[in-house]
């Protein structure tokens, strides 16, 4: 019940802070167009892939130290000593940026800062909730704004005046988090030995990342390429939809983590699959539910919500809905793999298929339609994962048998 009572609260900030966040971007799809939507989308993929880098995969392994035994102090040093140079490297690059297209600048600056964040500190002192309220602020903040501009004669609507509202609405959200973490920030220590241990055990799960980007970023720059950004306005108008999930796939690895890793160090099979058990009840069937319902009314609420000008995003659709559940999939393997196997082998496997895909999509020409790319992503990444949760369960099996003095 403790299980389903912090989900509860987890899942409903998140997604009544994305809903509104939603309905502000698709108020704010409608009145710029497809067009210019697909530029603040292309700032957006640019943003989150650099945003691979200052993370460097810190939120999910922060709970890996923790259960080594590491104390708080230590683990906030070892996240801020990548996530503090990498932002100041990233600054750097912002500069330089900004000296051909200054909106691309500040649109990186803006997109990157969130991944500054003390989410891990609230997983690790178990205060997810508190997280998950700060979420919903800043989400709020964000969608007040941009109704705000929409509906008012206070400016003309263009791409950096939403740029400029994410970067405010990142910055009150940072300080609101600092301000509860000032003692524990307090004595954080920028250590150049702790950067490299980082460094040396995340460089495979950031290669990782970077692998899986190609799915739902690399493959719109090409789409992009292909097909102009108009077209890339209409897709990601529609891949909106899947923030949703990923937001709430986000809340619910919070949960989840920490147990799984917990179980694995054990090496109790009951107990792993007790935790699996929960996570497809809880998470997995709530998405394929929503999943079917979407599909049936996919058409309905596609043209209501982004108008006609937007109905070649009615062809993606029913790909979007499969996608729903692969990507659950997708974050339950992610914290298999963070927590046990060869983080090479998770590597390998996801570039493995990543380049399958973006070979794929390079053969594509201006005559394969959204609904061609929409396919070989989804299909492609469904690969990927059911071949990682696969080899994963054949690790976990047999380490945990291995443990008990079962005969594998």
């Known amino acids: 019940m403790k299980t389903l009572s912090s989900l509860v609260v987890l899942t409903s900030n998140s997604l009544f802070g994305s ?10 799809a ?22 691979i880098f200052v993370n460097y995969s810190t939120d999910t392994t922060a709970s890996v130290q923790f259960s080594r035994g590491y104390n708080l102090k230590r683990v906030v040093s070892s996240v801020y000593s990548v996530r503090a140079i990498a932002f100041l490297v990233l600054l750097l690059v912002a500069i330089v940026v900004s000296l051909s297209d200054w909106v691309i600048g500040i ?36 969608a007040f704004l941009i109704v705000f501009i929409l509906f008012t004669d206070w400016m003309v609507v263009d791409v950096i005046e939403v740029i400029l509202i994410l970067l405010i609405s990142s910055v009150i959200s940072l300080s609101i988090q600092y301000r509860l973490h000032y003692q524990v920030l307090g004595k954080v220590r920028i250590k150049l030995d702790l950067l490299m241990q980082v460094v040396k ?39 909106q939809l899947i923030m949703l999930i990923t937001i709430f796939s986000a809340q619910v690895s919070k949960i989840w983590r920490i147990r799984f890793a917990t179980a694995l160090s054990e090496k109790k099979l009951t107990a792993v699959v007790s935790q699996l058990r929960d996570y497809v009840l809880y ?10 319902i979407f599909f049936i009314m996919s058409e309905n609420i596609i043209l209501v919500l982004f108008g006609e000008q937007y109905r070649n995003a009615v062809y993606v659709a029913p790909w979007v809905c499969i996608y729903f559940l692969v990507i659950n ?29 973006v070979f794929v999509l390079l053969s594509m020409s201006e005559k394969y339609t959204l609904h061609d790319y929409a396919a ?33």
């Open 19 to 28: 809903g509104i966040s939603y309905a502000a971007t698709i108020l704010l």
């Open 30 to 51: 409608r009145e710029i167009g497809p067009e210019k939507f697909g530029e603040y989308s292309y700032i957006l993929l640019l943003g989150a892939l650099i945003t």
């Open 107 to 142: 649109g990186l600056i803006a997109v990157t800062l969130p991944a500054l964040n003390t989410g891990f500190i609230f997983e690790l002192q178990s205060r997810n909730n508190i997280y998950s309220v700060i979420f919903l602020a800043e989400r709020t903040i964000f």
């Open 201 to 239: 055990e995340n460089t495979f799960l950031v290669l990782t990342s970077i692998a899986t980007f190609g799915y739902g970023g690399l493959s719109r720059l090409i789409l992009e390429n292909n097909l102009g950004k108009e077209q890339l306005g209409i897709y990601s108008a529609v891949w």
């Open 283 to 292: 998470s997995s069937f709530p998405i394929c539910i929503f999943s079917i």
């Open 329 to 357: 999939l997708d974050s339950l393997s992610a914290i298999l793999w963070t927590n046990s196997g060869s983080r090479k082998e998770y590597f390998l496997i996801t570039i493995t298929w990543s380049i399958t895909l």
């Open 376 to 408: 070989a992503v989804v299909l492609t990444h469904f690969l990927s994962v059911m071949t990682l949760l696969a080899r994963q369960v054949n690790v976990v099996v047999t380490t945990c048998r291995a443990n008990s003095g079962v005969a594998v």
